[in-house]
């Protein structure tokens, strides 16, 4: 068998064993956070929306480990001919990356409030102000379902942000980058693990548009939307590629939840953006620029490396020995992939 035939044997072996522990990945998670519909007709639906956020991300908790743990098991010989980074206990690796200490703590949140700051705020800002049709759309998508707390008043509104932006960003950042973006870079290139966990973050957000509530909308905001959310999942997965740290994602997405929630009910209740601009965006904006400056070395620094991983994507992965053509096929098979597991996740863990 030629070299050629042998790299691209090993590209595909990857993903595809990375695929098997993705479903039953995803089937525990499917078993595990149907536990709270059993809820749905004992508990007050006031009560039942903020706890079935809050049973839905300690389930996913429990969830990745365990199966993890259950996937190593099934596929321990068999992954060990595709594996590049020795993986003694995928279920620790993944717990890990919740590990806070008094050392790293001041530089966890440093890095949350960055993220925040830097990418969250002024993308929501630029997009809201630039496509208005976006706010629109996602007021119509994201009220559809279990987020009725939207349609209350600012204290019940108010008591469901508590819990549920928190809750929400533990799901998606522990499922998307803690088990996704983590656990593809033990079975090949790291950077194909950014790029299929975030294609599958932004499908995840252009999914919306494919529920009922947006029947007859514009594809244009779905599209934007995705484009956003694709641009986020690959910074937050490079966070993790190389410090191994899930709370900054997790914190600057929660924050982030909470502004976009208030957004969503100041223009559902017919508030112009123009009051959010200007008592939330702006000085949040500013507050940016202040932090930028002062962390001017630092910032230029974590980007300097950022561009040059990103660009190693692009380029031929010694380890494997890739000819120019399987670098082609890899950054297909990505994206493919990416939308298949975005398949599979649509039917379970959406």
């Given at each position: 068998m030629k070299r050629n035939e042998i790299t691209l044997k090993l590209i595909?072996?990857?993903r595809f064993y990375?695929?098997?522990e993705v479903l039953v990945i995803f089937i525990g998670i499917f078993l595990f956070t149907s536990i709270p519909y059993g809820l749905v007709n004992l508990i007050d639906p006031a009560?039942?929306?903020p706890l079935y956020y809050v049973l839905r991300a300690a389930l996913i908790l429990i969830a990745i480990p365990l199966f993890l743990y259950l996937a190593n098991f099934l596929m321990e010989k068999q992954?060990?001919?595709?594996?590049?980074?020795?993986d003694i206990s995928p279920s620790k690796n993944f717990l890990n990356l919740f590990k806070i200490t008094k050392k790293n703590f001041k530089f966890q949140l440093l890095y949350g409030v960055l993220l925040l700051l830097l990418i969250f705020i002024p993308l929501d800002f630029f997009t809201y102000l630039l496509s208005p049709e976006t706010l629109s759309y996602q007021s119509t998508v994201l009220v559809f379902g279990y987020n009725s707390y939207f349609f209350g008043n600012y204290v019940i509104f108010l008591s469901s942000i508590i819990f549920i932006p928190l809750c929400v960003a533990i799901y998606e950042e522990s499922l998307t980058r803690g088990f996704l973006a983590n656990r593809g870079s033990d079975y090949f290139n790291e950077m194909s693990a950014v790029i299929i966990s975030s294609f599958f973050f932004g499908l995840g957000h252009f999914g919306h548009y494919l529920l009922n509530p947006s029947s007859g909308l514009s594809i244009v905001s779905p599209l934007i939307w995705f484009l956003q959310t694709f641009f986020v999942g690959i910074i937050l997965a490079m966070v993790i590629q190389r410090r191994h740290w899930i709370f900054p994602g997790i914190f600057a997405h929660t924050l982030n939840n909470v502004i976009t929630s208030h957004t969503i009910w100041n223009y559902i209740h017919g508030t112009d953006f123009s009051f959010m601009t200007m008592y939330v965006y702006l000085p949040l904006l500013i507050m940016g620029i202040i932090l930028f400056i002062w962390q001017f070395?630092?910032?230029?620094?974590?980007?300097?490396?950022?561009f040059k991983e990103f660009k190693t994507y692009f380029a031929r992965d010694k380890i494997i020995k890739e000819s120019s053509s399987d670098v082609i096929i890899r950054i297909l098979m990505d994206f493919l992939f990416g939308l298949i597991i975005f398949l599979i996740g649509y039917?379970?863990?959406?």
């Open positions: 595909v072996k990857q990375y695929l098997f009560i039942f929306e992954r060990k001919k595709v594996i590049l980074k020795e070395s630092r910032i230029k620094e974590s980007l300097s490396i950022g039917f379970t863990v959406f």
